[in-house]
């Protein structure tokens, strides 16, 4: 055990400081390397491989062997179903032991039971009747260095590692090594000095400028270790500087053709509109730390084992609690505080029942939230990431799939035991409504890059969806297959701008005769988005499995909450846009004839560098739902295994009593299943039939559409009004008091100081003329006066006659005489 | 002792403070001799009338004949006067030695017209 | 009546004759008179210095003084002799001028010379005991080092003095020879160039 903790942390933390070590040397010496530092780009692939492969080793080498996933052949019997996202059900019991062996009784019961007892449960009464939760994921947790302790506040640096760390780990640096073999190829012009045709001088000249290529992969090395840094932090102080530095990052790529207005603008937007969430981020860490009194996720253990700190979780979700998450003593005692004194006059009531602790936990919950939404462009902080689009393709493809937008989905996930269902219900709110509008903007969009950015958008929206409504398996798992089709799609278009040197989609079409491996890879990858699959039976791109599970928890929650029932129909609607929008672009791209011949005709395929990790990505976009065959292992079976605490049992709302977030494995049932599959797959068919009929069959014509539709085209081909809604709600104003405040500096402030400047001036005029010039000059100019009368009257006694000498002499003597003997006379 | 009888003027013997007048005078006719003539010679005549006044009370203060007591200089009195008289000797050829170039380059002996020192 | 005491009468006699031949000096306006005039006046001080038992002293006035240093200054007065600079008048202005204060500084002198009693001389008797001695020896070894005339001297902070002038005597005749080459190579080489001068503007020098 031990030394399994000891080889897990060593090689996660080299694979996760390789990069930052490739950064530093980048840093210092980049520009050495090579002209205009091509070593760099191998210098830091190199880094991120030797990442990919530590991860890889952390994960079949160590962790796999000392914790078996449960075999499927026993699952499969039992719920005769051969998808492998259900096969670790009734199997986490394998290693955490005891926890769920009542767990069937549970699926049965479990619903009835929530309707009926809803209102009046506490999480201890109903669970402790009828079923167990399920105990802690296997997990190591322990301190590298402890930067500071400030009174109960503990800074350090830690890692929390399971087996949801793992994977993430190993899903981010195979990505990012794809990304940075694909940069290397696509980053060629930077390899030179560099024209760029959309930046125009002063002068009417093209901006000519050195090749930063170095400096590209320095940012890339840097914003990987950022984001093995979020994944591997045992708390949230530590999470929170990471999740900064991810930030920072993102803003340093995004802003990369610096000189571009719309590059700079895109990249300070990115940063505030993230600064926005994570204020909230900070009020719920604010929260939960006065409360709890502690950042870390695990709990710290001295060498025999004994518990010695706690963590959040463990103290949120007690093992004499069965799991469920109950606040604290100090929560309820905090929250009384704040509510006696906030409202003084409630203060010599007793305590009235006010759902104790539940009003703390659910600010702490949405606070973090808050983060996420920043992050992983939720509603409504998503206007960043379309306009993200401005950085170089590759970074677009990290920056969507495996580092920053999947950063805040990691975090409501590893942060999934300290949500209560309310905040829960919050967050599929939002999920479900950023799916929606992300979705629609998507249709009109023809820059190929920001439909790909609003499908992101819309698929975090599901992942979100998924997570709020108690899927967190579905929404883990989404969010490692979107990683590899997202990061395929994006790798895609880039090698499409790589060859037409366009954005526009209106300017491409026919592309698949001179770009055959783009093509189909894409193809792929828009198969793995819209999940496509057999129904029911499998097998299907990966998408398939995620999404239909996402779906499948929608309507399992639907079910179970008939006042939602928007969450339930969103996910399917979703689907329907999502097919609609993906093979819009792929018609409109790869297939009919050419609509701009021009471009056309220089259009060519990217060199192998490129290409082959398309291939790759192609291939895990693919299979990465699939079990690997002769295996138990599977990629849901390893979310199974990292479950978070309790969150397999049933849980009600306590300030909503009706709120019920259904148990996961609920929605494996064979009637949702059916319903929700059937759904799926015939909305999905729909919207890629429509598409077809629009673009490839042409049977509608899309610009009559349009015409028809304008109020709704226009509506959407604005994207909601969101930019311009926020100009006016929030920058409009924030510059008007800019401005007033600046008017307030240059009339009060400045005219204070320019009137003590003038009064000081003044003064010292004053002392100038009456002091300086009369006294002082006086004092100078009188004693040179006199010595100058003085040197004049002694030039006239100096006659140079000779006599007179003898004369002065004489007169000297005798006054001496005269003197000596008055002198004397009077002592 | 103004107050002395004249009667005794030639039968008391004369003390050092006689000699010390005799070298007053001399003295003062020396430095009058310098302020008021306008030759040269005259003014460097002058000077040696000024050494002659101080030699005599050096021989005075050092004379037993006049003082005989321990305040006397003695021999010293002597030896000082000696040197000045060598001493006087070598001032006056130097400064013949000026007068007479001062009267080539001049072609005067005025001292008057000696004032390039002017201020 | 008393019997005249002589060397008082000397005194008076010589010192007539020195401060009236100073006097003479300093109104002359002749400068071969004055010349004369202080002969008889440096002459009358030597007589004097005898008076005063200095005889060696006198006799050294009379050798190097009156023999010496006026031969020079009438040498030179032969030299410079010219018509006009026979007689150069000084203004009357300066005449007042420096009499007045020259007579000032006498009568301070002449008040500081009779204001120590000390100074007053010693009665006949006194006088007339006093051995007086050859004083060419006592000086020749002064001037070597040795000082005889303190011999017998017991207080020993007096017997300090007793190092004698050689030291000087040899910085002095020293001095003496230096000077004399300097005066020499002045009055010398001044005189070869002043002559060529003359030569060529002796007649608008006037």
């Known amino acids: 055990m031990d030394t399994t903790a000891s080889n897990l942390s060593t090689l996660l933390m080299l694979a996760w400081l390789l990069p930052l070590a490739s950064f530093v040397l980048i840093l210092f010496f980049g520009k050495y390397m090579g002209s205009h530092g091509k070593f760099a780009g191998y210098l830091a692939t190199g880094a991120l491989l030797c990442s990919a492969a530590l991860s890889f080793t952390a994960m079949f080498g160590v962790w796999l062997p000392n914790h078996p996933l449960p075999s499927t052949a026993h699952h499969t019997e039992e719920h005769g179903e051969d998808v492998p996202s259900e096969e670790a059900h009734g199997h986490v019991a394998a290693y955490p032991v005891e926890a769920i062996s009542a767990q069937p009784v549970a699926l049965q019961t479990d619903h009835e039971h929530g309707e009926a007892d809803g209102h009046h449960a506490t999480a201890e009464h109903s669970d402790g009747e009828h079923h167990a939760n399920n105990a802690p994921p296997v997990s190591y947790f322990g301190d590298w260095y402890t930067l500071g302790q400030f009174g109960s506040l503990k800074l350090t640096i830690s890692y929390y590692i399971d087996t949801l760390t793992v994977a993430m780990f190993c899903m981010v640096s195979l990505i990012a090594t794809c990304v940075h073999f694909y940069a290397l190829g696509y980053m060629h012009d930077e390899l030179h000095d560099f024209t760029d045709p959309e930046v125009t001088m002063s002068d009417g000249e093209k901006l000519k400028r050195p090749g930063r290529f170095y400096r590209f992969f320095q940012y890339l090395s840097l914003f990987c270790f950022s984001m093995f840094g979020v994944v591997i932090s045992g708390n949230m102080a530590m999470v929170f500087v990471f999740w900064e530095l991810v930030g920072i990052c993102s803003y340093f790529l995004i802003g990369f053709y610096i000189e571009r207005h719309s590059a700079s603008t895109a990249a300070n937007k990115a940063f505030i509109v993230n600064r926005v969430g994570d204020f909230g981020m900070l009020i719920g860490m604010m929260a939960l730390w006065s409360s709890l009194g502690t950042f870390a996720f695990g709990d710290l253990k001295d060498a025999e084992g004994h518990v010695v700190e706690q963590g959040i979780f463990s103290q949120l979700r007690t093992e004499e609690n069965d799991y469920h998450l109950q606040p604290t003593a100090s929560m309820v005692e905090e929250q009384e505080r704040v509510r006696t004194q906030t409202c003084e006059l409630a203060a010599d009531e007793p305590p009235k029942q006010s759902h104790a602790g539940q009003w703390l936990l659910l600010i702490a919950g949405v606070g973090i939230f808050c983060g996420c939404v920043g992050k992983s462009a939720q509603f409504p902080l998503h206007v960043w990431l379309p306009d993200a689009m401005e950085g170089p393709t590759p970074v677009s493809a990290l920056v969507h799939s495996a580092t920053m937008v999947a950063a805040g989905v990691y975090l409501v996930g590893r942060f999934y035991p300290a949500f209560s269902p309310e905040a829960l219900l919050v967050i599929a709110y939002v999920g479900c409504i950023t799916l929606f509008v992300a979705a629609t903007i998507a249709i009109t969009a023809t820059d190929i890059k920001r439909v790909l950015a609003y499908s992101t958008v819309s698929q975090l929206g599901y992942m979100m969806l998924a997570l709020g409504l108690g899927g967190w398996v579905a929404g883990m798992f989404h969010l490692i297959t979107h990683a590899f089709f997202k990061g395929l799609l994006f790798m895609c278009s880039g090698s499409v701008i790589h060859g037409v040197h366009t954005n526009d989609m209106t300017e491409m079409g026919g592309l698949r005769k001179k770009m055959p491996i783009t093509a189909y890879t894409m193809l792929v990858g828009c198969l793995a988005i819209i999940g496509a699959g057999i129904p029911i039976i499998g097998p299907g791109f990966s998408g398939y499995y995620s999404k239909d599970a996402i779906i499948e928890q929608a309507w399992s929650f639907g079910s179970n909450n008939p006042h939602h029932a928007v969450l339930k129909w969103a996910p399917i609607v979703g689907a329907f846009i999502t097919a609609f929008y993906m093979f819009r672009l792929w018609y409109m791209t790869f297939a009919g004839k050419p609509r701009n011949q021009d471009r056309y005709d220089h259009a060519h395929e990217s060199p192998r560098v490129m290409t082959m990790p398309l291939v790759i990505l192609a291939v895990f976009a693919l299979g990465i739902g699939w079990q690997l065959p002769f295996t138990d292992l599977s990629t849901s079976a390893l979310l199974e295994q990292a479950r978070p605490v309790g969150t397999l049992a049933t849980s009600h709302g306590e300030i909503l009593s009706e709120l019920v977030i259904p148990n996961e494995h609920d929605s494996h049932a064979p009637a949702i299943k059916w319903a929700a599959g059937w759904a799926a797959f015939s909305t999905a068919a729909a919207g890629l039939l429509l598409a077809t009929a629009i673009y490839l069959w042409k049977l509608l014509d899309p610009q009559e559409l349009k015409q028809s539709f304008k109020p709704l085209h226009s509506w959407l081909w604005n994207k909601w009004w969101f930019d311009e809604l926020y100009q006016i709600i929030f920058v409009a104003p924030c510059m008007i008091v800019a401005r007033t405040i600046t008017r307030f500096d240059l009339g009060v402030i400045d005219s204070i100081l320019h009137g003590a400047a003038a009064v000081c001036k003044g003064c010292s005029k004053v002392v100038y003329a009456v002091f300086d010039q009369t006294v002082v000059d006086g004092m100078a100019n009188g004693v040179a006066g006199v010595t100058w009368d003085l040197g004049l009257w002694l030039r006239k006694i100096q006659t140079g006659n000779l006599r007179q000498y003898i004369m002065f002499i004489v007169i000297g003597t005798v006054v001496l005489f005269v003197a000596i003997s008055f002198v004397q006379r009077t002592i | 002792m103004i107050h002395l009888p004249l009667a005794h003027l030639l039968s008391e013997p004369v003390g050092v403070s006689h000699y010390v007048m005799v070298g007053a005078v001399l003295f003062t006719c020396g430095v009058l001799c310098m302020a008021t003539k306008r030759n040269a010679l005259g003014v460097l005549m002058g000077i040696e009338l000024v050494l002659n006044g101080a030699n005599l009370n050096f021989i005075a203060f050092g004379s037993h004949v006049l003082r005989n007591d321990a305040n006397s200089l003695g021999l010293d009195g002597q030896l000082i006067s000696m040197f000045v008289i060598v001493l006087a000797a070598a001032e006056a050829a130097v400064a013949l030695a000026i007068a007479l170039n001062y009267y080539n380059n001049h072609d005067s002996i005025d001292v008057d017209r000696a004032d390039e020192l002017l201020g | ?206």
Request: proline fraction near 1%; charge should be neutral.
């Open chain 3, 1 to 206: 009546m008393e019997s005249i005491y002589w060397p008082t009468f000397f005194f008076w006699l010589f010192s007539l004759i020195s401060c009236s031949f100073a006097v003479g000096v300093l109104l002359a306006r002749n400068i071969v008179r004055m010349a004369f005039y202080l002969v008889l006046a440096l002459a009358a001080t030597a007589g004097l210095f005898f008076l005063a038992g200095a005889d060696f002293v006198g006799a050294m006035q009379l050798m190097i003084y009156v023999g010496g240093t006026l031969v020079l200054l009438i040498f030179g007065v032969m030299l410079t002799s010219q018509e006009r600079f026979i007689e150069m008048k000084t203004s009357s202005g300066e005449w007042v001028v420096a009499l007045l204060l020259g007579g000032m500084l006498l009568g301070i002198l002449l008040q500081a010379a009779m204001a120590v009693p000390a100074w007053q001389g010693m009665d006949r008797a006194a006088a007339e005991a006093t051995k007086v001695e050859k004083t060419a020896t006592p000086l020749g070894m002064g001037l070597l080092g040795v000082r005889v005339d303190q011999l017998d001297e017991q207080d020993e902070s007096r017997r300090k003095g007793m190092s004698g002038y050689l030291f000087h005597f040899e910085i002095v005749s020293v001095h003496l020879l230096v000077v004399l080459v300097g005066a020499a190579y002045l009055a010398r080489a001044k005189r070869k160039r002043g002559r060529d001068e003359l030569a060529g503007t002796g007649s608008n020098a006037t």
